[in-house]
């Protein structure tokens, strides 16, 4: 075995939380795919209610994360609030499936799931708490192990859940799939993620929600945040365009959309743990930079794709810059605030919550002033921009 592999399963805490990111994935990808067929077509909401929703739900999901992940550091240890949380996802999905109405959806999508979804940066919070004794290269290994467990439950599930219910008149069933595994990852945090001690990991300094939030947007957290936000969302960008480039200039089908997506999954599987190594002999930056360097040159070739065979021809590209992308910015984030792992794993959803909405800028942008083709260049010089932005501030950084 590698050096790698020990690294990430020697501590207990690491193994369980790689089993319950899985699970945690494993409930979003299980229904994501499927949310907005659930949504409009079974349930009848309208297209600009469920867009409104959806951006909702993402600003309650970054409140909730800075809120928990504060609370967490005060009280020192994290598997409490994943507990509760958890508990959250149970009812949510559950509650879709057994009483499918538009009221039950909304409630949800809107207050349920927000809060459910903070365990995604409390699982990485309680990670980074017990690697604190561990040296950056090995912080870095861990993260990018955790993290590919998501990668593996997005080739494993959605294609799972599809062939499942391709014989069923509604894809409710998903949002059980979904429920029973947030009882999976209740029962492994429960039963089997080591207890922390309140007092000897608590932070020295109790901040209110207020100021957690002050610290957040500090110009020294804000800026790098935005940065990071800019070249994560040209994955965003991707997602939107991909389908529609494919099944359009590339002449491809929806079929081709589907093998790509999953191609491209198992390859970001594969090279999230090579970012990990390579970040033994780099820094976090210069491994993020290169990552954004490599997924720039594949969004700027998926604009000139006009055959099947092109995109098919960009995948091993597009899993390796996406693996960087996905992988790296979990722990430069975190170092963001570094001595408050809940904190300063909650920017980790607050990447999410900006890059999407940049994405959506772009994509409007993009979509006014070109095709879909030139939609995927000028994300990938979103992605430079944030690319210059995170080296212009790193070495002001340097020099003081």
């Known amino acids: 075995m590698t050096r790698l592999f020990p690294d990430v399963f020697r501590d207990p805490t690491i193994r369980v939380s790689m089993l319950a990111i899985f699970a945690f994935g494993f409930a979003g990808a299980a229904t994501s795919p499927y949310q ?6 079974e349930l009848g909401l309208s297209n600009g209610l469920y867009s409104a929703l959806i951006f909702a739900a993402a600003a309650v999901n970054v409140s909730v994360s800075i809120l928990l992940g504060n609370l967490a550091d005060q009280l020192g240890e994290y598997r409490s609030l994943m507990l509760t949380v958890v508990v959250f996802g149970i009812f949510g999905y559950g509650a879709v499936y057994l009483f499918p109405a538009q009221a039950t959806f909304v409630f949800s999508a809107l207050l349920l799931l927000p809060i459910y979804n903070a365990l995604n940066s409390l ?11 561990m040296a950056r290269d090995e912080v870095a290994t861990v993260n990018s192990g955790v993290r590919a467990m998501i990668s593996l439950s997005w080739v494993l599930v959605p294609g799972f859940v599809g062939v ?3 014989q069923s008149t509604s894809m409710l069933p998903a949002y059980l799939f979904a429920s029973l595994a947030c009882m999976a990852c209740l029962c492994l945090i429960a039963a089997f993620l080591p207890h922390r001690s309140r007092t000897d990991k608590a932070v020295t300094h109790h901040l209110s929600y207020l100021s957690a ?3 957040v947007i500090s110009p020294r957290v804000a800026i790098r945040v935005i940065a990071v936000s800019l070249i994560s969302s040209t994955l965003h960008v991707n997602g939107a365009v991909l389908p529609l480039i494919v099944t359009g200039p590339a002449h491809g089908t929806v079929s081709d ?14 090279f999230i743990l090579v970012w990990g190594r390579a970040q033994r ?17 594949y969004l700027i070739l998926l604009g000139l794709a006009s055959a099947p065979w092109h995109v098919y021809g960009l995948t091993i590209i597009s899993g390796i810059g996406a693996a960087a992308l996905i992988s790296i910015p979990i722990t430069y984030l975190q170092d963001l605030i570094a001595d408050r792992p809940g904190l300063g794993s909650a920017l980790i959803s607050v990447n999410i919550f900006v890059s999407a909405g940049l994405s959506a800028l772009l994509f409007a942008i993009g ?4 095709g879909y083709s030139g939609t995927a260049v000028i994300g990938a010089m979103a992605g430079l921009i944030g690319l210059a932005l995170l080296l212009f501030f790193d ?3 340097q020099r003081r």
């Open 281 to 297: 002999i780099m820094s976090h930056v210069t491994a993020l930079a290169a990552g954004t360097i490599i997924y720039v040159v």
């Open 36 to 41: 907005s067929v659930i949504g409009i077509r």
């Open 213 to 215: 939030l002050a610290e």
């Open 257 to 270: 959309v589907g093998i790509l997506v999953g191609i491209v999954a198992f390859l970001e599987v594969v």
């Open 164 to 166: 499942v219910l391709s």
């Open 123 to 133: 699982l990485f919070a309680n990670v980074r708490a017990s690697t604190n004794g």
């Open 367 to 370: 979509t006014g002033l070109s």
């Open 395 to 397: 070495r002001a950084k």
